[in-house]
């Protein structure tokens, strides 16, 4: 082959070549970052801009050993207010010691007027450490809930009844004599589901927040400084698990 006729081939071929090149090159797939996109968030259904919330009950409705705005009605009345900027006044009707007994004298010595917007009740533990005769309780509480539903309005979607806590697991309640904690806990159970039986049957909200107290023996910060009633973190426990019916209550 002739000299000048190689480097004529040689040429040839390089140009191929490069060509080759440069159309692999460009054929490689290009990958671009998908931009970030952020779910839209959904805006808390509106309630009424002012809001009137009575809590009816006995020490763990007052806060027994814990600070005023330490009780769960003061949290539940701080946590709304923050999350809708409502309006919320708050009115208690309960005392450490209270049974459902007293309570009913209470309410009707006080007669509260009927424009609650939000009613909450939690009662009971002293008619089981009274030793109540439990029909006394089959008997007064559904008493309790009609009025608690006339005071709200006479809107039973207004009205959210929080079962009663476990004191067999506080340090008062394990040093009672006799180790009567499984007997408490039995009994407890016992109102407790009739309570929850008689909201589901008669479409009552109801709240169990009897499980965050029974966690009182492994984690002492539950438990106030008298060694027997919630401390103010159960009390926000018990806001927390208490919002969403709290909020479908005054959603309508």
């Given amino acids: 082959m002739k000299p000048h006729f190689k480097q004529i081939v040689t040429v040839i071929l390089s140009v191929f070549l490069l060509s080759c090149n440069s159309d692999e090159t460009d054929s490689k797939p290009t990958t671009t970052t998908p931009p970030v996109v952020n779910p839209p968030t959904t805006p808390q259904p509106p309630i ?15 806060g027994q050993s814990v600070c005023a705005t330490c009780r769960f009605p003061e949290q539940l009345k701080t946590s709304l207010n923050a999350m809708y900027s409502s309006t919320i006044s708050l009115k208690i009707i309960a005392t450490t010691g209270w049974t459902t007994s007293n309570l009913i004298s209470a309410i009707n010595s006080q007669n509260p007027e009927s424009n609650y917007d939000l009613v909450t009740l939690l009662i009971g533990v002293n008619n089981q450490y009274q030793h109540r005769n439990f029909s006394v309780y089959e008997q007064e509480f559904p008493e309790l809930v009609n009025k608690a539903i006339m005071l709200a309005k006479g809107d ?6 929080i079962s009663i806590p476990d004191y067999a697991y506080t340090p008062y309640g394990q040093a009672l004599a006799g180790n009567q904690s499984s007997t408490i806990s039995t009994e407890i159970d016992q109102y407790n589901t009739f309570a ?21 023996l492994n984690n002492p910060s539950l438990v106030a400084s008298d060694g027997l009633h919630p401390s103010e973190i159960a009390y926000k426990m018990f806001v927390d698990k208490m919002m969403p019916k709290v909020k479908i209550a005054l959603q309508n």
């Fill in 48 to 62: 009424p801009s002012s809001v009137n919330y009575l809590a009816l009950g006995d020490s763990y409705t007052i």
């Fill in 156 to 161: 039973k979607k207004n009205v959210v009844v």
């Fill in 196 to 216: 929850e039986k008689y909201c589901n049957n008669n479409q009552i909200a109801f709240v169990s927040i009897t499980d965050i107290t029974r966690q009182g």
